[in-house]
Every structure is written in C-alpha cells, then in structure tokens.
C-alpha cells in the first residue's frame, strides 16, 4: 500500500528507555536528553525513507520489545548459568541507520557459549536480498529501502547432553509495501532424549493453539523444511517452530502479539530442559560426537541462512553475524556411527524428522 514515508521514532535511532519489573534502563548514548531530542527532530526533518507511517507504531513497539527482552533473556542465562557473564558491545551504523547490541557469554559452566543479539536498524537491499524476497513473493527491488528489529539468540552448551537453542523474533518493512514478522525456536541435541524434545515442541504448541490452532502444524513443518543441509541429507536438528513473512496468522490473528508470546517462550521452553541434563557425565568421545555435530550446525549457517547470508553480503556486522558460530567444531573424515548407538539413533531421527506431539 503506497503511503508517506517518515523516519524512525528516536527508540529506533538508539534512544530507547526499557522497564523490567521496575527497573528502568536507558540505552541512548551519553548525550544529555536535550541534545537526544534536538538529534530526533534533525533526523525526522532529514529524508530517510525507511517506515511507512501506517506502520510506524508497530516497528516502534516492536523495537523496544526486543530491547526489553534481550536484556530479560541475558538476566535469567546468567542467573542459571552460574559462573558466565555477557558482555555488552553497543554498536552504531553509519549515522542514521540505526544500531545494535551484541551480548556474549563465553566459558561458563552451562554454556560454552551464548549470545544473544539486538539490532534496530536501516538500509537499502541489495540485488541478493531483493532476489530472495522477491522468490517468496514480495515486492522488492534492489536498493530499496528497509527497516528491520529483531532479537535473536543461540546458545551453545558446554555438555554434550544438553542441546543447543536457536530463536528469534523479528519485523522487517519495506519502504512502499507492509511489513511483516518472522522468528521461531528449534533445538539441536547431540544425544536425544525424547522426552526434552516432546516437552519443546508441547511448549510452542500450546502457544500456536493460544491464536490460532492451525499454526503449529504449519510452523512445525516449515522449521523441518527450512534447517535441512542438502548435502547430508539431514535436518540440523528435532526442530521447533519456524514462520516468516506474517502480517496476520491463517485466522486473522494478530502476528504482533503471537510474536512477542514466542519470544517471552525462548527460556521457558528450554531452560528446564538444559538444567535437567547439564549434571549427566560424559566422555570424551561423546565430546567428540558434539564437536562433529557443532560443524553440521555451521555448514547449514553458512551455506543456506537465509539471515547469516543476508549479514556477510554486507547488509549487517559480521562481528554480529558470526557470533552465532559455535566456539570449538571437528570435522572429520567419513564420521560413521556404530549400529544400535545412541549416535545413530539421532541421525536416524535427523535423517527422518518426528511428529513429536
């Protein structure tokens, strides 16, 4: 729907104030609230053709969502962590187009790794990105110009019992058209436990049921479809929930809100499961099995991501973007698994994806 065009609210510019359970944070720069407001009323009279003013007020909200979340997200793995503590790398485009948190957790007792990232940001498509849309049925053009808020996370343990968690939630808008959301959740174990991955995926269906109770089967199917590597002819892991291009689910529901009920699931829906099996011992050849799995998990990032691809063409950081990347992987020559093993009962099940529920 063609409308006027208008620049971002000054949350997306980096002049965002969050409240969790009382507590208010500010991450604007150090720059004095007079000066922030003079800053906004420059930028709004600039030209920057980013958001539809239809949907200004969702991709407002929607920033300061993500915000929020992110740093309830790195409050509650910390907690439950222990011993690990995430940094915090506040980054800025080029002026006027927008800005990024990056926050990592490195050598703790739970998580080798977890990072979990914001950006609120802007820019123009390349011929790649608009490519890519357009094969999904959108409307783009290279060079046109988009607006994007997401939060999204990957955490990778540091035992071989417990899996690794993917997710995100985001909102992209095109400049001319709608926008619209994407996200999901999905879980790659190492060592299968039936039992974890019927609770994740009875966790996101009874959140699909909430708004619309057609969405799970489609959301499942999509995520099964989606994390496939081609040349292993193996799904990367038991899957979860996958969804994208949504401006209303199947019934007319509200996207906005079935969105942010994904996102506030992200450690409900996996933090149990994580606790239940970091205590369980392991060898180093089940280390090892890990270390093999880890570089399946990297092939299919680098090779079909739609969003890794969408950062290394030079559409995002690739500090950001690379920070999803497991800290220690093994490749290694012909990896077979033993008959009867619980390796191969994985491969099994990651060659041929269950219904879980």
Not at 166 to 194: C, I, K, Q, S
Not at 301 to 319: A, W
Request: hydrophobic share 40%; net charge negative.
């Amino acid at each position: 729907m063609a409308c006027a065009f208008v620049a971002l609210l000054p949350s997306a510019l980096g002049f965002v104030t969050v409240s969790n359970q009382g507590f208010a944070r500010s991450y604007a720069p150090s720059i004095g609230r007079h000066r922030a407001r003079s800053m906004a009323r420059a930028s709004h009279n600039a030209r920057q053709p980013v958001v539809c003013a239809a949907g200004l007020e969702k991709h407002h909200a929607f920033a300061e969502f993500v915000v929020d979340l992110q740093a309830r997200i790195c409050k509650t793995a910390e907690d439950a962590d222990g011993k690990g503590k995430f940094i915090y790398d506040k980054w800025e485009r080029e002026p006027g187009k927008g800005y990024g948190i990056t926050r990592v957790l490195e050598g703790g007792d739970l998580w080798e790794k977890a990072a979990c990232s914001v950006s609120v940001v802007r820019g123009e498509l390349s011929k790649e990105r608009a490519s890519a849309m357009s094969s999904r049925g959108r409307d783009a053009q290279a060079g046109q110009a988009y607006a994007a808020a997401a939060c999204s996370l990957v955490f990778h343990s540091a035992s071989p019992m417990v899996p690794t968690f993917r997710a995100d939630v985001r909102h992209f808008e095109l400049e001319g058209g709608d926008g619209w959301y994407g996200g999901g959740a999905d879980l790659t174990p190492y060592y299968l436990f039936d039992e974890d991955a019927v609770d994740f995926h009875t966790y996101y269906k009874d959140v699909c049921d909430v708004h619309d109770d057609t969405a799970y089967a489609r959301f499942k199917k999509w995520c099964d479809d989606y994390f496939f590597i081609p040349a292993r002819k193996e799904h990367r892991g038991v899957g979860g929930l996958f969804f994208d291009d949504l401006i209303t689910l199947d019934n007319g529901a509200d996207a906005l809100q079935f969105v942010k009920q994904v996102g506030e699931g992200f450690m409900p829906s996996y933090l149990p499961i994580a606790n239940k099996r970091r205590e369980l011992a392991f060898s180093e050849e089940q280390r090892q099995w890990q270390l093999v799995r880890r570089g399946r998990y990297l092939e299919f990032n680098l090779l079909y991501d739609r969003g890794v691809r969408f950062g290394l063409d030079g559409q995002g950081r690739t500090e950001s973007v690379m920070v999803s990347a497991p800290p220690l992987i093994a490749w290694k020559y012909q990896v077979t698994t033993e008959p009867g093993s619980e390796e191969e009962r994985l491969v099994d099940v990651l060659r041929n994806p269950k219904e879980w529920i």
